[in-house]
T-cell receptor
Framework: EPEVTQTPSHQVTQMGQEVILRCVPI?????FYWYRQILGQKVEFLVS????????KSEIFDDQFSVERPDGSNFTLKIRSTKLEDSAMYFC?????????????FGEGSRLTVL | GQQVMQIPQYQHVQEGEDFTTYCNSS?????IQWYKQRPGGHPVFLIQ?????EVKKQKRLTFQFGEAKKNSSLHITATQTTDVGTYFC??????????FGTGTQLKVEL
């Protein structure tokens, strides 16, 4: 069964360092998303991406964050200068069609720990 | 911005008891989706409701979308230990942003 894959599964970094989280969405999906979940809390929307551009982003997704689809398969989330409060589980998701009618398929997540 | 709240936050039940979680949005929704997240896992899609007043069933799970399309509920009949996890509703107001609810964590005891 097709699945969304994410790497790394866990990354530990020092405050102020840059981090890149990688995702390979399901191959025929057209919409890509990043969400984050601080331990024990709700799943928070960061950004949606379609047709090689951001379609929506949340207040969390400030200038420290960027997304890119550098080739036909990968979808990356970059945090330029990490802060302690960026520690969370980051989930990538993809869907065949947009959220209005589309089911989201989530990856297993990348746990980011900022020290 | 859009806020989606769920109650209760936690629910402990004995196996065989019923369980219900309620979801309320601050704005009218285009659709509502429900996801289940097992401990240590990722959200997994359960169902989507689109029409006002819609009711859908999946075995022991019953999902309902309110008439005003601002609330929803998930009811599990005769819970089993495999039902353990956090249940999230998630809604969109029409754009490409799915807002998750605060979640209800279900624990089932034998």
């Amino acid at each position: 069964e097709p699945e969304v894959t994410q790497t790394p599964s866990h990354q530990v970094t020092q405050m102020g360092q840059e981090v890149i989280l990688r995702c390979v969405p399901i191959s025929n999906h057209l919409y890509f998303y990043w969400y984050r979940q601080i331990l024990g809390q709700k799943v928070e929307f960061l950004v949606s991406f379609y047709n090689n551009e951001i379609s929506e982003k949340s207040e969390i997704f400030d200038d420290q964050f960027s997304v890119e689809r550098p080739d036909g398969s990968n979808f990356t989330l970059k945090i330029r200068s990490t802060k302690l409060e960026d520690s969370a589980m980051y989930f990538c998701a993809s869907s065949v069609i947009g959220m209005v009618t589309g089911e989201l398929f989530f990856g297993e997540g990348s746990r980011l720990t900022v020290l | 911005g859009q806020q989606v709240m769920q109650i209760p936050q936690y629910q402990h039940v004995q196996e065989g008891e019923d369980f219900t979680t309620y979801c309320n949005s601050s704005t009218t929704l285009s659709n509502i989706q429900w996801y289940k997240q097992r401990p240590g896992g990722h959200p997994v899609f359960l169902i989507q409701l689109v029409k006002s007043g819609e009711v859908k069933k999946q075995k022991r799970l019953t999902f309902q979308f309110g008439e005003a399309k601002k609330n929803s509920s998930l009811h599990i009949t005769a819970t089993q230990t495999t039902d353990v996890g956090t249940y999230f509703c998630a809604g969109t107001g029409g754009g490409n942003k799915l807002t998750f609810g605060t979640g209800t964590q279900l624990k089932v005891e034998l």
